[in-house]
């Protein structure tokens, strides 16, 4: 923002409280009635510019799955597009991501004879979520999947190659990327906006929203040259998006005052699996501006990452593919502590309730099976993911009770006979064989802040909700920067869904808006 502007501002909000706002504290109003009022006077306030310094018919902010499916399609529309990225380069989350996205009834599911459907889909969404999903937005990303995946292949050009599962889901459903990495279609997405015309500004950064006196979203302030982290770096200028704005800004796993602010335990202890930018202040902007934030403090620890590599690394995907093949350990006692193929927060709860690492070992044949060969190369050369001859080898260097280990290990090996687990119910897989050939890979885990659940107030055309619970004219959203679709746990794999999903919708909407002006 602008010294000038955010100075009068600031006086504009100060005075403003010190009338209507004090009021309406005093009467316990928070959120509601007067409170609301606050809210929309404030968005009010927001100070036009003299001079537009550029002018587009829809601008979208951020560079990851959702960003870049909206402007697809808004520009597909006939939208004239400027897409703004405050990193140097685009992809945010999206980019350093798995590239797995969850599918109902997709074609490999057929071919291995897994019965699924939209409504197997949901269920799984809603218990994983608690039923805190708004049903709707669940509803459509479970809906439109197929068409998504289609659109992904047909349309953009991006390559799925396999059928792989995920904790939480009630059957194998998600696919991959040819590349296990979400840049197996971000590139192809970007090079599709670019190919038909959609403009980008990189290192240009959103401050604010603009609104007219109406509280209609106009345009946004933006600094351009922006070096991150520095807020002071680059230069003030105006773009008025004559149709709509969509935000697509992804979380904020990354800063860590808001996310303290929204659930105290996550402080600087725990590191973030997300990309730096990941700071989320475009969601406060769009608060300032009269958005509705929701379900804030459900943000995600994802209990896959090792401490011994940084970042995402290469565990989570020996991890992810290996539950349900090789059990999960209390390096402590010797033995399972949690349903392996149990969602993310039950087995990130469960470490963090034992308040140290846990080891995930699998055997010769299951990992060589399940486990792509790049990730147990780059996991042993970085030391998170080490290969030892033994048990009794494993045993010794995590410090594990050997007997306890090997008992429970016979244990498991008669459950994966059975295809039963009577401890945990953990899913055993027709083709997982007992824990017995050398040699064993293995690894330490240990949660890190992976996802925000919660963010602005959507429906089910991906327009933003405003404080007086009508749709704030001008404004769309899609993506990690929206709450609602995922509650209280989102799914492995259904965020890329949601970002393409509601990415789209987001994009042909906006572009669907009249000129205001
Ligand atoms: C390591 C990792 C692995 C994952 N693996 C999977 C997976 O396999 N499957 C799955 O479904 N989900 C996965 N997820 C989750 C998923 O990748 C994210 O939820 C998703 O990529 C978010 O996409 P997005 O488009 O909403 O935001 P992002 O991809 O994060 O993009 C947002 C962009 O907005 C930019 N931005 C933010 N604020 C501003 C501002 N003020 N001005 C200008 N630009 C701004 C950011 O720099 C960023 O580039 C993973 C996440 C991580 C971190």
Same mark, same amino acid.
């Given at each position: 923002?602008?010294?000038?502007?955010?100075?009068?501002?600031?006086?504009?909000?100060?005075?403003?409280?010190?009338?209507?706002?004090?009021?309406?504290?005093?009467?316990?109003?928070?959120?509601?009635?007067?409170?609301?009022?606050?809210?929309?006077?404030?968005?009010?306030?927001?100070?036009?510019?003299?001079?537009?310094?550029?002018?587009?018919?829809?601008?979208?902010?951020? $560079?990851?799955?959702?960003? +870049?499916?909206?402007?697809? =399609?808004? &520009?597909?529309? *006939?939208? #004239?597009?400027?897409?703004?990225? !405050?990193?140097?380069?685009?992809?945010?989350?999206?980019?350093?991501?798995?590239?797995?996205?969850?599918?109902?009834?997709?074609?490999?599911?057929?071919?291995?004879?897994?019965?699924?459907?939209?409504?197997?889909?949901?269920?799984?969404?809603?218990?994983?979520?608690?039923?805190?999903?708004?049903?709707?937005?669940?509803?459509t990303i479970a809906e439109q999947s197929g068409e998504a995946l289609d659109w992904c292949q047909n349309f953009v050009g991006a390559?799925?190659?396999?059928?792989?599962?995920?904790?939480?889901?009630?059957?194998?459903?998600?696919?991959?990327?040819?590349?296990?990495?979400?840049?197996?279609?971000?590139?192809?997405?970007?090079?599709?906006?670019?190919?038909?015309?959609?403009?980008?500004?990189?290192? $240009?950064?959103?401050?604010? +929203?603009?609104?007219?006196? =109406?509280? &209609?979203?106009? *345009?946004? #302030?933006?600094?351009?040259?922006? !070096?991150?982290?520095?807020?002071?770096?680059?230069?003030?200028?105006?773009?008025?998006?004559?149709?709509?704005?969509?935000?697509?800004?992804?979380?904020?796993?990354?800063?860590?005052?808001?996310?303290?602010?929204?659930?105290?335990?996550?402080?600087?202890?725990?590191?973030?699996?997300?990309?730096?930018?990941?700071?989320?202040?475009?969601?406060?902007?769009?608060?300032?501006?009269?958005?509705?934030?929701?379900?804030?403090?459900?943000?995600?620890?994802?209990?896959?990452?090792?401490?011994?590599?940084?970042?995402?690394?290469?565990?989570?995907?020996?991890?992810?593919?290996?539950?349900?093949?090789?059990?999960?350990?209390?390096?402590?006692?010797?033995?399972?502590?949690?349903?392996?193929?149990?969602?993310?927060?039950?087995?990130?709860?469960?470490?963090?309730?034992?308040?140290?690492?846990?080891?995930?070992?699998?055997?010769?044949?299951?990992? !060589?099976?399940?486990?792509?060969?790049?990730?147990?190369?780059?996991?042993?050369?970085?030391?998170?993911?080490?290969?030892?001859?033994?048990?009794?080898?494993?045993?010794?260097?995590?410090?594990?009770?050997?007997?306890?280990?090997?008992?429970?290990?016979?244990?498991?090996?008669?459950?994966?006979?059975?295809?039963?687990?009577?401890?945990?119910?953990?899913?055993?897989?027709?083709?997982?064989?007992?824990?017995?050939?050398?040699?064993?890979?293995?690894?330490?885990?240990?949660?890190?802040v992976h996802h925000c659940m919660g963010g602005l107030v959507i429906d089910k055309n991906a327009q933003v909700k405003g404080f007086?619970?009508?749709?704030?004219?001008g404004l769309y959203a899609a993506g990690e920067v929206t709450g609602g679709v995922h509650g209280a746990v989102r799914l492995g794999?259904?965020?890329?869904?949601?970002?393409?999903?509601?990415?789209?919708?987001?994009?042909?909407?906006?572009?669907?808006?009249?000129?205001?002006?």
């Amino acid at each position: 923002m602008s010294d000038e502007i955010s100075q009068e501002s600031e006086v504009t909000r100060r005075s403003f409280l010190k009338t209507t706002g004090a009021v309406a504290a005093a009467a316990g109003l928070a959120m509601t009635g007067l409170a609301a009022t606050v809210r929309q006077a404030e968005a009010a306030c927001g100070e036009m510019p003299k001079k537009w310094d550029e002018t587009y018919d829809v601008i979208i902010v951020g $560079t990851g799955f959702a960003g +870049l499916s909206a402007a697809i =399609e808004a &520009r597909h529309a *006939g939208a #004239e597009v400027l897409v703004i990225e !405050k990193m140097r380069t685009h992809g945010g989350n999206s980019i350093i991501n798995g590239g797995e996205m969850a599918v109902a009834g997709n074609k490999w599911q057929k071919e291995a004879g897994i019965q699924d459907s939209p409504e197997l889909f949901m269920k799984d969404l809603l218990k994983a979520g608690s039923s805190l999903n708004h049903p709707e937005l669940a509803r459509t990303i479970a809906e439109q999947s197929g068409e998504a995946l289609d659109w992904c292949q047909n349309f953009v050009g991006a390559r799925f190659v396999k059928l792989v599962f995920h904790g939480g889901h009630s059957v194998k459903r998600s696919v991959q990327t040819d590349n296990a990495s979400g840049s197996g279609l971000v590139n192809p997405l970007f090079t599709k906006a670019k190919s038909m015309g959609v403009k980008f500004q990189f290192t $240009t950064k959103m401050e604010r +929203l603009i609104t007219s006196k =109406e509280g &209609r979203v106009v *345009g946004l #302030e933006i600094r351009k040259g922006y !070096k991150f982290p520095d807020d002071r770096s680059g230069k003030a200028s105006f773009v008025k998006a004559r149709k709509a704005v969509v935000l697509a800004s992804g979380g904020f796993s990354q800063n860590v005052e808001l996310r303290q602010i929204q659930d105290p335990r996550i402080d600087s202890r725990f590191d973030s699996t997300n990309h730096p930018g990941a700071t989320g202040e475009a969601t406060l902007a769009a608060c300032q501006a009269g958005a509705m934030d929701v379900q804030m403090d459900w943000i995600q620890m994802g209990p896959w990452t090792s401490p011994d590599e940084k970042g995402f690394g290469h565990v989570p995907q020996f991890c992810e593919r290996l539950v349900g093949y090789g059990p999960m350990i209390d390096p402590k006692s010797g033995r399972r502590f949690i349903q392996e193929t149990g969602n993310r927060k039950v087995r990130a709860d469960a470490m963090m309730a034992l308040g140290y690492p846990t080891i995930i070992f699998g055997d010769a044949v299951n990992v !060589k099976r399940q486990v792509l060969p790049h990730t147990l190369e780059k996991g042993m050369a970085n030391g998170a993911i080490k290969k030892f001859d033994t048990i009794e080898e494993l045993a010794a260097t995590y410090g594990i009770p050997l007997a306890a280990l090997k008992e429970e290990i016979a244990k498991w090996n008669s459950y994966v006979e059975k295809k039963k687990d009577p401890d945990f119910n953990c899913k055993i897989f027709p083709e997982t064989t007992p824990t017995v050939a050398a040699p064993f890979y293995a690894c330490r885990l240990w949660p890190r802040v992976h996802h925000c659940m919660g963010g602005l107030v959507i429906d089910k055309n991906a327009q933003v909700k405003g404080f007086n619970l009508k749709p704030l004219k001008g404004l769309y959203a899609a993506g990690e920067v929206t709450g609602g679709v995922h509650g209280a746990v989102r799914l492995g794999t259904c965020a890329m869904l949601d970002c393409v999903v509601f990415g789209r919708i987001a994009g042909k909407n906006a572009a669907k808006e009249k000129n205001w002006g």
